[in-house]
């Protein structure tokens, strides 16, 4: 039983999973967070974790160089849970046995609970799925611990004792049907609070940034995207007039997204909002380059100056706010930084900027940040909103970026999204967008040749960015985006959808 009251540690022993088990413990309103494998006993107990869990990984503990854990954290008094490769180095730890056996299972395999099921399978289907991926397996549980589960190559395939746990499957994970439950479960014999909502976010959040500002001044950068704008609406909820926005008018942007971002900030949650129209000044830098590189420094450098225009007006401002996600803070391998991954959002402002960073969403994941902004009463359009490059259009017109062109893209992609959104694929698709490319072709309408642009859709579907597949699209919502996009954006008469997943291609085509 917990006595603690902090959180619950998610040790990160190289998995794709660790990230998604913090989550899942967060969705059962318990608070968790990401930790290395490789501090010392003392330093996870300076956490005050009212529980650990170790994770899956995909060495062998078996092999030279594993990586391991102190074993001074068995000694804690705080409950832990080992999942896949975690649960297995609890076996080897505390004096279990962990071995090659037949064979390895991966995928779908069929479990089943022995005995009682104990507190963690008790009540649950006797026989159920579960992901497994593992080679090794335990052979013997740890002395002292009861084995409650078993699969076909897997003979401890869960155990259980006091304070020390273990699962050979992955819970986390939905192939896992009762896997939530398990870890729910986990979580309520362990006696940890799982009273942790967005509500309580907020309000610890909006405490925070007052001790933080004070009586002090704040900017904030607005995009038009989920996270600047969940950020801002938390910092304004803290410090109201305290804080002023600026946005930024590339000229760049998606139809009607600059008016939207003004009456969603300044007119609904009356925030104080400096519009800065500044599309001429991005036009005149982009006039003659078409090099892809070039256009991005060209955008990023205007965004700069006009941002130190725009926010140089606001007196004795010291600090600036971030939409930094816990997702862009990686724990390093090393033992205590935490350095920001370099992403390149919110336009890039300048490093030399003297302000005090203020960063709300710091310990969220997107799908939190989501809920945040929904429960601060941000519409869907923003919540719900895509990912958007911050050189915006600029980067989805091949060639010289004119106004013209922009605005031949603009419908274009209010049809394909529009589209999209209307056929209910809108939240399952990750990004999805038009590009207009630098070629025209011949073609036919009515009685007339047409010689004009092509517009190529791209949709695809991620989980993580670094890696994208397109979607599949159904024909008919294909069909019904090529016959809007040909009969009512002037100058287009082809459509193409790019069937090309990430690698080998990018998400963007510049
Ligand atoms: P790629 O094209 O590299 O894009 O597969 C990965 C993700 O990053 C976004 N992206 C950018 N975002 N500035 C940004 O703020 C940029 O220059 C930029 N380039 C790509 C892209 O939309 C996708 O979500």
Known sequence: MSDQTGPVLVVDFGAQYAQL?????????????????????????????????????????????????DPGVYDLGVPILGICYGAQLIA?????????????EYGRTDLTVGGDGGELLGGLPPQQT????????????????????????????????????????????????HGQAVIERWLARSGIDTSWTMANIIDEQVE????????????????????SAVAAALVHKAIGSQLTCVYVDTGLMRKNESDQVVETFQKSQGIELIHVRAADDFFDKLAGLSEPEEKRKAIGETFIRVFERASGGIEDAAFLVQGTLYSDVVESGGK?????????????????????????????????????????????????????????????????????????????????REVLREAGLEREIFQSFAVLPDIRSVGVMGDERTYGYPIIVRAVTSEDVMTADWA??????????????????DGVNRVAYDITSKPPGTIEWE
Not at 38 to 60: C, R, T, V
């Open 130 to 177: 579960v992901w497994m991926s593992h080679f090794d397996c335990i052979t013997q549980a740890p002395p002292g611990a009861t084995v409650t589960a078993s699969t076909a190559n897997a003979p401890v395939a869960a155990f259980e004792s006091e304070l020390v746990c273990g699962v050979q499957y992955h819970p986390e994970v939905s192939h896992t049907p």
């Open 208 to 227: 925070a940034i007052r001790a933080q500002v004070g009586e002090g001044r704040a900017i904030c950068g607005l995009s038009g995207g989920v996270d």
């Open 21 to 69: 088990i913090a989550r899942r413990v967060r969705e059962a309103n318990a608070y968790s967070e990401l930790v290395a494998n490789d501090l010392s006993a003392a330093e996870y107990a300076a956490k005050n974790p009212s529980g650990i869990i170790f994770s899956g990984g995909p060495a062998s503990v078996n092999v030279e160089g594993a990586p391991e854990i």
């Open 336 to 416: 205590h930084a935490s350095t920001i991954k370099s992403h390149h959002n919110v336009g890039g402002l300048p490093e030399d900027m003297q302000f005090e960073l203020v960063e709300p969403l710091r310990a969220l994941f997107k799908d939190e940040v989501r809920r945040v902004g929904t429960e601060l009463g941000l519409p869907d359009e923003i919540v719900w909103r895509q990912p958007f490059p911050g050189p915006g259009l600029g980067v989805r017109i091949i060639g010289e970026v004119t106004p013209d062109k922009v605005f031949v893209l603009q419908e274009a992609d209010h049809i394909v």
């Open 472 to 489: 599949r699209i159904p024909y008919d919502v294909l069909e019904m985006i090529s016959n809007r996009v040909i009969n009512e954006v």
């Open 92 to 104: 080897k730890q505390r004096g279990g046995v962990v071995d090659r056996f037949e064979a390895g």
